[in-house]
């Protein structure tokens, strides 16, 4: 069974413009099929001792100094996993998937992937991080995917199980990092961590509900 690892950065309203400007514009969601899931965790926890933290330390995109990203994304460079990327420009949504609300975005999203994937998903369990979801929320989700990829012929590409995991998980982190990097290349254009991970991404799925997109 392989092990695939999910989060996103950005958030998913739509609050935009002058008055109301307090949603990001973008929602990024990433799926990393980790072939070798402990090898990592000891890539991140070699990294957690060069910067002299303690082995509960997380790593979290938004909080991390440019030190901290640094060392992590060198840690991790040689690593043996890929990239799904999903990068949503919210503001070209149409009134139909916003009024789906968080539910609906992380529905369409996550099936997406799931049909862009270059590979089969049937043997691949995907971990989520659980901040903020719950057990009816994830139900919905896993349906929603099953159904998106039986509705293309395509069920080979549902995942064999979805399940939620604590932040603490190394892998989980990884994750987390890897979306803030993509989140950063799609809203400034540059990112010096996401050239770290360039080289992995198979998909990128830039969504501006009017053209495909390569990875930059």
Same mark, same amino acid.
């Given at each position: 069974?392989?092990?695939?690892?999910?989060?996103?950065?950005?958030?998913? =309203?739509?609050?935009? =413009?002058?008055?109301?400007?307090?949603?990001?514009?973008?929602?990024?969601?990433?799926?990393?099929?980790?072939?070798?899931?402990?090898?990592?965790?000891? +890539?991140?926890?070699? %990294?957690?001792? *060069?910067?002299?933290?303690?082995?509960?330390?997380?790593?979290?995109?938004?909080?991390?100094?440019?030190? !901290?990203?640094? !060392?992590?994304?060198?840690?991790?460079?040689?690593?043996?996993?890929?990239?799904?990327?999903?990068?949503?420009?919210?503001?070209?949504?149409?009134?139909?998937? /916003?009024?789906?609300?968080? +539910?609906?975005?992380?529905? #369409? &999203?996550?099936?997406?992937?799931?049909?862009?994937? $270059? @590979?089969?998903?049937?043997? !691949?369990?995907? #971990?989520?991080? =659980? +901040?903020?979801?719950?057990?009816?929320?994830? *139900?919905?989700?896993?349906? %929603?995917?099953?159904?998106?990829? /039986?509705?293309?012929?395509?069920?080979?590409?549902?995942?064999?199980?979805? *399940?939620?995991? @604590?932040?603490?998980?190394?892998?989980?982190?990884? %994750?987390?990092? &890897?979306?803030?990097?993509?989140?950063?290349? %799609?809203?400034?254009?540059?990112?010096?961590?996401?050239?770290?991970? *360039?080289?992995?991404?198979? &998909? #990128? #799925?830039? !969504?501006?509900?009017?053209?495909?997109?390569?990875? $930059?």
């Amino acid at each position: 069974m392989r092990q695939a690892y999910s989060d996103e950065a950005g958030d998913t =309203g739509y609050e935009f =413009g002058a008055q109301r400007g307090i949603s990001s514009r973008y929602f990024v969601m990433v799926v990393l099929v980790v072939p070798d899931p402990e090898r990592l965790r000891a +890539q991140m926890a070699e %990294a957690r001792r *060069r910067l002299g933290k303690s082995q509960d330390f997380e790593f979290h995109y938004r909080q991390a100094s440019a030190g !901290v990203r640094r !060392v992590f994304f060198k840690a991790i460079a040689f690593e043996d996993f890929s990239v799904q990327a999903a990068v949503v420009d919210k503001v070209k949504a149409p009134e139909s998937l /916003r009024r789906q609300g968080k +539910q609906g975005l992380y529905n #369409w &999203v996550l099936s997406g992937l799931a049909l862009r994937a $270059p @590979t089969t998903l049937s043997d !691949v369990k995907l #971990w989520l991080d =659980g +901040q903020g979801k719950h057990a009816r929320f994830l *139900r919905e989700l896993k349906n %929603a995917v099953r159904r998106a990829c /039986r509705a293309k012929g395509r069920p080979q590409q549902n995942f064999d199980d979805v *399940r939620l995991l @604590t932040s603490k998980d190394s892998p989980i982190q990884c %994750a987390d990092m &890897v979306a803030g990097a993509v989140f950063e290349k %799609a809203r400034t254009g540059e990112s010096e961590s996401y050239k770290a991970i *360039r080289s992995k991404v198979e &998909v #990128w #799925w830039q !969504v501006d509900f009017g053209q495909e997109a390569k990875p $930059p």
